[in-house]
């Protein structure tokens, strides 16, 4: 290290076809008379800016092919360019610190003292017609740009800005948590301002009065939207250190995902206000049958009354009747004999509904047998899956007594989004295995409770529907597939005699080549809005990758609302798992229900997915 003892300026030109060539400057003299340019001495404290002026500075010589051919430039015109250089003086010794360099110059004899600038350096004419091209920064209104374009004032746009968007030139693309955006942007705080005279006339703003928002406050929400842009000098000579810019396309962009979320809050209330008010008509439509049946129900009364009245007759009448059909016997005695017909005809009929009752009621004990035992002999009213290694073992449990051949159903296959070149999950042996069961309520015992209770069940009609008329609630699933892929879960992978009116078990085979972390989401749609229950959840064998892993359990969604239900289920991860849902009708069903109801309040759906091996 060599101290710097002193600062000068050196001026020289040189020679654009060859830079190595220098052309040395000359300063005029009061008296006309010309000199050679000498380096000049310069001060340069640390705390001010250090202008030089160097007066009367012209080339020793003049650039060559000066002359116009027709009026346009020379193609062979020669171009000096002027080089001011910093250099610092130690030990007798010049060391060049910086150097700027001048665009090119056309030097006439004719006046020396005037240069003349290449127009067409900078600016240039486009490949595209009527457009012009300047290759660096322009600034409007200052002298030091720090982007390709600064405006220190105001600008209007007749036209549109237009910004890069194709997802071609884009990576890393990924949805943003438009919640967070919301929550963003509840708590910038706006406000209205004015400007400081003394900034504003150097950025040339004319109206200081504005609406807007705190770039330190901005970021301290959102940092990406805010940058600094160096020091910038006030007129009273004032510096603000590290002025802060705010990236309002960045907040545009944050409103845009704030006011999607309010969408979604907003079709999710309308969703559920609909829900409500179809509701409260069929809970008033409920309400008119029930009523119409009690009014119903004392009129056959009051009727039956009348009708056993009428039937005696009065003293007129009784004489009238005696004449034609009791000829032989008395008044009394004939109508004696007629209540005595009605009495025995009103206990008839009283014998046949009994007996109706008694048989409608063995039958519906025939259908809770059958209801209890839809597809094993298993006590419990969720589907048994048994541990099965293969496809031979699978079909000799309960769950896939079928006549179709398991292989003819359709896998649940990646292999239009994912590669298929590697087995996962196949062989698998685990002699020694647990079963991980995951059940919200335990239906059985409520139902044996239920069974043991005295009291009769609702009135059934010929389809095991309660007699609502025309406010039956369809508890049925219109579709079923897989999200993912858009593959449909059918009548195909339900087998009979699993699948009837209120009881509906699904086999579905996943293929061979299906990555174990892939999430498989089953959605599921319905006519109307109802709810869906997951009451069980019971996992078999765990892949291998995921054996070392396995946890004593797994949050799952409790219920779903509305007319489509997403469920995300860890069917890869598992050799074999199964699922029990319920869909209901909202306030009329759970899980605890019993099952009598089933297809009337509600349907029960298993789903069970097993690895395709072979």
Known sequence: ?????????????????????????????????????????????????????????????????????????????????????????????????????????????????????????????????????????????????????????????????????????????????????????????????????????????????????????????????????????????????????????QIFMENVGAVKQLCKLTNNLEVRIEELEQWNRKLARLKGISSVKSTISGGSTVSGCSRATSLLPSRKSAQLKSSKVCLSKRKKSCSRNIFRVTIIALVAIMALCALTISTLYVLSLHDRHFEKHPISSASTSSVVIFPSTTTAALQKTTVSQSTQPISRIPEVNFCSILPCDKVYCCPIYQPNFKYLIYEKTDAEEKRNKSNKLPGRKPDKIADGRPDLGNDWIDTTISSIQILETQQRIDSRYCKNPQCRSGNYSYLIPVNKYTPVDVEISLEINTTEPLIVFLCKVTFGNYCSYYSSRQSNGKDFLETTQGRQHIWTLPVARLYDSAYYFRVAAPGFASCSTDPYFAGMFFTDYYFYFYRQCN
């Open 1 to 249: 290290m060599k101290p710097i003892e002193k600062f000068y300026l050196k001026v020289f030109g040189i020679r654009v076809e060859s830079p190595n060539q220098t052309i040395a400057i000359e300063q005029s003299q009061t008296d006309r008379s010309k000199k050679t340019f000498h380096p000049v001495r310069v001060d340069l404290p640390g705390d001010q800016i250090t202008k030089v002026t160097l007066g009367r500075l012209h080339f020793s010589e003049t650039t060559a092919n000066n002359m116009r051919k027709k009026g346009k430039p020379n193609p062979d015109q020669r171009y000096f360019m002027l080089v001011v250089g910093l250099y610092a003086v130690s030990q007798d010794q010049f060391y060049l610190l910086s150097a700027n360099v001048s665009e090119k110059i056309i030097v006439r004899a004719s006046n020396p003292g005037q240069f003349e600038n290449d127009s067409d350096v900078l600016w240039q004419r486009g490949h595209v017609p009527e457009t012009v091209v300047y290759h660096g920064r322009v600034g409007i209104n200052t002298d030091a740009p720090d982007e390709a374009l600064v405006v220190c004032g105001n600008a209007k746009v007749m036209g549109r800005v237009m910004h890069p968007s194709d997802s071609r030139a884009k990576e890393n693309i990924r949805e943003v948590d438009t919640n967070e955006q919301l929550k963003r942007i509840t708590q910038m705080r706006l406000v209205e301002y004015d400007y400081k005279p003394e900034f504003a006339s150097v950025m040339g703003i004319k109206n200081t009065h504005e609406t807007g928002i705190i770039a330190q406050e901005v970021k301290e929400l959102l940092p990406e939207a805010v940058r600094e842009a160096g020091d910038v000098a006030c007129n009273d000579g004032e510096k603000i250190e590290n002025f802060l810019m705010v990236d309002k396309d």
